[in-house]
Structure formats: C-alpha cells, structure tokens
C-alpha cells in the first residue's frame, strides 16, 4: 500500500503500518494513581515520548495530506518537520541506552530533560543555561551517524533537498510555482505534476521517520523494566 497517493515506488507497508501502531501506543493522560505508582523517571520518559509520538503523527499526517492535494510547500514543510522530530527522537532513544548500560541515572535524566526541555529562548536559558538546544542540523547527522555508522549525509541530503524549497529563496519561489517554457516564449505558474514527481523521492526518505520512532518505541519497552530497576523510586 503506497503512503502517498499515486505513488507507485514501492512498497510501503512497513511505514504504514508504524504508523498505526504509534498511533495505538497513544494515552489520553498518566494518571494521578499512575504517577504515585511508578519511579518519577518513567513517567517522565513516558510523558516526553508520548509528545514526540504525536508530533510524529501529526507531521506524518500533514506530510501526506498536502502531498495528495497538490499542496506541496506544506508537505515539505511537515517533511523537514518529521525529519527534525526524528533526530530528536534518535538522539533519544540513543541516550537512553548509553544510560542505561552504564546504570547512570543523571545521564538518563540529562537525556530526557534536553530532549522535552531543549530550547533557544533568552528567557528559559536565563534560568537554565545547560538546556540550550543542539542545532538542528547537527542533531541530522548524528542521527544518519548512528543508523548508519558513517558520515554518509543520506537524511541530511534529503533534509536539505527539502529546505531548499521551504525556504523563499530561488527554489522556494520561483523553482516551486513557475516554469519557463523557453521555446514558446511563456511562462507556466503553479506546481506542475513534474514538480511533484521530483520531491517525491525526497518525502518518501522522510516518510521512514515513521518507522524510526516506532522502533525507538520499541527499543524503549525493552529498556524500561531495566531503568525500573536502578532509578530511585
């Protein structure tokens, strides 16, 4: 089943399908009794990965929507969206397991604060300097590091491609809803089925973001009886 509308570049199952499971993983709220019950260090894991589960499927779904009605400055815009939130969630997802392996609680803590506390505004960096946010651009290639082990820029690449296009520069303006037809003298305007075709592959890498945040789900479910049994209660 392909997740775009039209496309016929494979098949997308597995993305498809990470997408309903991360919307089943969604709670409405952890409860009073529930908080009460569990080490103040689960439920903060629980409560900041629970956000980033629904800006993942919100990025996803607006991604694909604007994609499917032609709309393609806000499918690229929810894609460099989705690939931001996915870095976020691998340099998570990574700092857990260092933590844990090392039973370090303040590296745990650490991890999780600068993921939901992260910031570049003046006014919360008064108070708390040590949560100024990484650049975003390094946190891409840290993630294209630990999935793949090499400075190859492949999520990078395609985090650009689309930047060039929502940014209002050449491509963002002109290269997004215009066309020189040379040869008869004319100029075209709006977003040619060409134009759609060529972002395309671009959104369909983003698209695996997707998956990468089920997997790191996952990979936190394993960890959690592990955390349960060295964080203080």
């Not at 592959?201 to 959690?224: F, H, Y």
Request: one cysteine or more.
């Amino acid at each position: 089943m392909p997740f775009f509308k039209g496309d016929d570049g494979g098949d997308d199952s597995e993305i498809t399908n990470a997408l309903v499971a991360l919307r089943k993983r969604l709670v409405k709220e952890i409860t009073t009794e529930q908080i009460a019950a569990m080490p103040k260090m689960v439920w903060k894991i629980t409560s900041t990965y629970q956000c980033l589960i629904r800006r993942t499927i919100e990025a996803a779904d607006g991604m694909r929507m604007a994609r499917n009605v032609g709309n393609l400055l806000t499918a690229i815009t929810m894609g460099r969206s989705l690939v931001e939130t996915g870095a976020i969630v691998r340099n998570l997802a990574d700092g857990i397991k260092k933590a844990v392996e090392a039973r370090d609680t303040d590296a745990l803590d650490e991890a999780v604060m600068h993921a939901g506390f992260a910031t570049r505004d003046d006014v919360m960096l008064a108070e708390r300097p040590e949560y100024k946010a990484t650049n975003i651009i390094t946190m891409v290639e840290r993630m294209d590091k630990s999935l793949f082990g090499d400075k190859t820029p492949r999520l990078r690449g395609a985090y650009d491609f689309l930047s060039e296009f929502a940014h209002p520069n050449h491509f963002g303006i002109l290269g997004l809803y215009s066309k020189t037809v040379a040869s008869e003298y004319r100029i075209e305007f709006g977003n040619a089925a060409e134009k759609k075709q060529n972002i395309l592959p671009n959104l369909r890498i983003t698209s695996s973001m997707i998956w990468l945040v089920e997997v790191a789900g996952k990979e936190i479910d394993r960890l959690m009886p592990k955390i349960r049994a060295f964080v203080p209660k």
